[in-house]
């Protein structure tokens, strides 16, 4: 009888252990390009299988043992006498199955063993290859959020409001740009994993910031987004456990979501801070983001790029209200943030925080420095900020200028609805 649920459970599968049979395809046939497809082709065949005959077993072990076939299947064509396939069939071969493989046939995948350190070498090296510095970023944030993430190219697609074909192509140039530069499947070697580990936390970060302040387009946040990056980072940090930026990130990631049940009313309009309903922020996703904060400290470095922005999530975090946020802390900690990392979008948000500790006044002369040096020249958040500050201080034709410039500016529907009403109520 066929399985109503068996498309279900290879959607949840998939998303799952997606990551791991790519890698272990990948290292079985040193072939990233192939092995993507493999798995891609694997998942294509349970879903035609498992709501007809039922969801197997070792579901993990049923996709990995189908791109097994499918690779030897590959090879087989390639050349009788290629040596990949010979050394593959001897693995696979009468002498038994070795721990941390998977017997050819999917009817007995339930045999397969899993070698859980093999698995996470394999889903570190694949996170460092998709996010290898030779890709260019949409290609890296694209290639992980289908290798690692196990996202379709719809689901890519509709998360940053591009094409299907746009995201697909990303993808394709992006196998083709490895295949060419050669990169290894491999976790790097100890002197550039540091380097190469700030590729993959950015990568996250970027899916993250995309998803939690949507830069166009009708939604303020794309909530199936947001928990992708925070998933991944999570994964991260199993991967590099004495690692204090993945911590770091992770507990920004964190904070940061524990907000959004209340940045939001009912009709998806934004919400500001200050009137955010504060009972409604997600105490689990709080604790969650403190631990993960306490352990990038414990670990002894110093808080790097994400930890100090965790650091200022937490200051909101725990705060009763606008008015009893620590505010010269958040202060300390955006000059800190600026020294490690000069931006003019911390600089911005130095100067809101200068507001609340400091007046309007002392955050002008930050903000008007920023308009004379022109960084933020086409983006909205610096008219925004500065006519908010002009507001607060009575004077009302010029923030009417910056919040019409911003209205103008502004790429995403809900933002742009939050600023007209403040337009409107300069009168």
């Known amino acids: 009888m066929a399985d109503p649920t068996g498309r279900e459970a290879v959607a949840a599968i998939w998303r799952i ?3 791991r049979i790519v890698g272990a395809l990948t290292r079985y046939t040193g072939d990233f390009a192939l092995a993507e497809d493999l798995a891609q082709e694997a998942l294509a065949e349970a879903l035609v299988t498992w709501p007809r005959d039922g969801v197997p077993r070792n579901p993990a072990g049923w996709l990995l ?70 890709l260019s970023r949409e290609a890296r944030v694209a290639l992980t959020l289908r290798v690692v993430g196990g996202l379709t190219s719809d689901e890519i697609a509709r998360g940053f409001l591009v094409p299907t074909a746009t995201v697909q192509a990303r993808i394709t140039r992006a196998k083709k740009t490895l295949a060419a530069a050669r ?32 830069s166009s387009g009708p939604e303020l946040i794309r909530f199936d987004l947001a928990r992708e990056a925070r998933r991944l980072a999570r994964v991260l940090t199993r991967l590099v456990p004495n690692e204090p930026e993945a911590y770091g990130l992770l507990a920004l990631l964190e904070l940061t979501a524990a907000r959004f049940p209340a940045r939001t009313g009912p009709d998806g309009e934004p919400v500001l801070l200050e009137h955010q309903d504060r009972r409604r922020w997600d105490r689990a996703a709080i604790r969650r983001g403190r631990a993960a904060l306490a352990r990038a400290e414990q ?20 705060a009763s209200s606008v008015d009893a946020t620590d505010w010269e802390r958040v ?36 903000v008007d420095e920023l308009a004379a040096a022109g960084p933020l020249s086409t983006s909205h958040l610096l008219p925004t ?41 300069l009168g």
């Open 385 to 425: 900020v500065r006519g908010e500050l002009l507001a607060r201080l009575g004077r009302a034709d010029e923030a009417r200028s910056e919040l019409e410039r911003a209205v103008g500016w502004c790429g995403n529907e809900r933002e742009r609805e939050v600023l007209a009403r403040k337009l409107a109520d």
């Open 183 to 214: 990169v290894p499947f491999a976790v790097p070697a100890a002197d550039e994993r540091i380097e190469r580990l700030g590729s993959v936390l950015s990568v996250i970060y970027l899916v993250f910031t995309e998803a939690s302040s949507a």
């Open 65 to 134: 043992a189908v791109g097994r076939r499918r690779a030897i299947d590959a090879f087989r064509r390639r050349s009788a006498l290629d040596e990949r396939y010979a050394a593959l069939a001897r693995e696979l071969g009468e002498g038994g199955v070795a721990a941390g493989s998977a017997v050819a046939d999917p009817d007995h995948a339930e045999d397969v063993l899993w070698d859980p350190d093999q698995i996470d070498d394999d889903v570190l090296a694949l996170m460092f290859v998709s996010c290898h510095p030779v």
């Open 17 to 19: 252990e997606s990551a």
């Open 331 to 366: 202060v300390l900690l955006y000059e800190a943030l600026g020294r490690l990392a000069p931006s003019p979008v911390v600089e911005l948000n130095r100067a809101v925080a200068v507001s609340m500790a400091r007046g309007p006044a002392a955050a002008l002369r930050i």
């Open 299 to 318: 670990l002894g470095r110093g808080l790097g790029f994400y930890g100090l922005q965790a650091a200022i999530a937490e200051c909101h975090a725990v």
